[in-house]
Nanobody, 129 residues
Framework: QMQLVESGGGLVQAGGSLRLSCAAS????????VGWFRQAPGKEREFVAA?????????LYADSVKGRFTISRDNAKNTVYLQMDSLKPEDTAVYYC?????????????????????WGQGTQVTVSS
């Protein structure tokens, strides 16, 4: 089993920055693909970013956050981060980290939330205009 705990959410003005953390326990996340998703009130949970397990650095981003958000890992701390810059009010949501237990070379599949097996409890991000 793996446990994931997100932190770092909060209230920020538009144009500001936040860094979310996802600390894993129970297993090392080094060999897994880790993703960030978000869910705004009344909307489906959507893909934000992923760090692909086997690629040595390949990352995926949703078009809506590309160029503003950066996903990274600290393997020594068993933690994944999501640096969010130039935040917009439409970024307001609960942000979740997740770990995918299966390996796919066609890594675009990791945009699909159904490919993830472990989820954290989420952290609220609110961006005021």
């Amino acid at each position: 089993q793996m446990q994931l705990v997100e932190s770092g959410g909060g209230l920020v003005q538009a144009g500001g920055s936040l860094r979310l953390s996802c600390a894993a326990s129970g297993r090392t996340i080094t060999t897994y693909t880790v993703g960030w998703f978000r869910q705004a009130p009344g909307k489906e949970r959507e893909f934000v970013a992923a760090a692909i397990n086997w690629s040595g650095g390949t990352t995926l981003y949703a078009d809506s956050v590309k160029g503003r958000f950066t996903i990274s890992r600290d393997n020594a701390k068993n933690t994944v981060y999501l640096q969010m810059d130039s935040l917009k009010p439409e970024d307001t949501a609960v942000y979740y980290c997740a770990v995918a237990g299966r390996f796919y070379r066609a890594y675009e599949i990791y945009r699909n939330k159904n490919e993830y097996d472990y989820w954290g409890q989420g952290t609220q991000v609110t961006v005021s205009s």
